[in-house]
């Protein structure tokens, strides 16, 4: 009996230790999803999405979810191990599609030098606070640096293997501020909540996005999941600058 127990347990404790909680966020090309549901095929469990599109369920590496709402096209997606290092970003096609607004963009042509942006990105900043002081709210702990944050944000561009000069046209801060603020699934609440970008910091994070040369065709609403995507990756570099400001300035 002794050895039929163990035995027992020894078969239940593999699928116990690879299945993990995986989370992530469903949108269609005008905002969020709620009330979708989420079937693990695998496992016979399901979840619904939030009133914001956010949900999470239990699942192993190819495991198969199913993706249904009501007003979309059905969707399944096979989980490899990417799928659970970072929240999952999931697009659903509207069964009947609206004729999208456009939105205008500046299309003059700019060129990007890395150094210079490293050089002259604080002075911008400080011009803009002067123009635009509402934008800026100072943390708790004071003023913020922003020659010193520029300094740091510029090692990232240093970094970068690519060509230094890229000639493109590239999604600009007033192009980002006006998108964030007239639509309704890419908001402050996304910033602040799926981004993790801090208020005091969302100019800056505009600035940043900026000069890592984003397409500006990813502000057309049926390119909304690869902005998403984007912005994911730049956030995380971005909240990579400040937690090295914030240590820095704890030091002094």
Request: contains cysteine; charged residues 25%; hydrophobic residues 40%.
């Amino acid at each position: 009996m002794y050895k039929l127990i163990v035995i027992s347990v020894l078969i239940l404790i593999p699928n116990f230790v690879i299945s993990q909680q995986i989370i992530g966020k469903i949108y269609d090309n005008e905002s969020s999803v709620k009330g979708a549901k989420i079937l693990n095929t695998n496992k016979n469990i399901f979840t619904y999405t939030n009133e914001y599109g956010d949900f999470s369920i239990d699942a192993s590496i190819n495991d198969t979810l199913k993706f249904t709402s009501l007003f979309h096209k059905e969707k399944d997606v096979l989980l490899n191990e990417k799928s659970f290092e970072n929240k999952i970003v999931i697009e659903l096609i509207k069964i009947v599609n609206d004729l999208d607004e456009v939105l205008l963009m500046d299309k003059t042509q700019k060129t990007f030098s890395a150094e210079s942006y490293t050089a002259d990105i604080g002075l911008q900043i400080k011009n803009d606070i002067k123009n635009n002081p509402h934008l800026y709210s100072p943390p708790p702990s004071g003023n913020l640096d922003f020659i010193k944050i520029a300094s740091l944000i510029g090692k990232l561009f240093k970094n970068n293997n690519k060509s230094k000069t890229i000639s493109i046209v590239p999604i600009t801060h007033k192009a980002l501020d006006s998108l964030f603020a007239k639509q309704e699934f890419l908001n402050d609440n996304l910033l602040k909540n799926d981004l993790k970008i801090p208020k005091a910091y969302i100019p800056l994070f505009f600035d940043y996005c900026e000069n890592k040369n984003i397409d500006n065709k990813l502000l057309l609403k049926e390119n909304n999941f690869l902005l998403l995507d984007k912005l994911f990756t730049c956030s995380e570099e971005f909240l990579i600058v400040i937690s090295e400001f914030e240590k820095e300035k704890t030091k002094h």
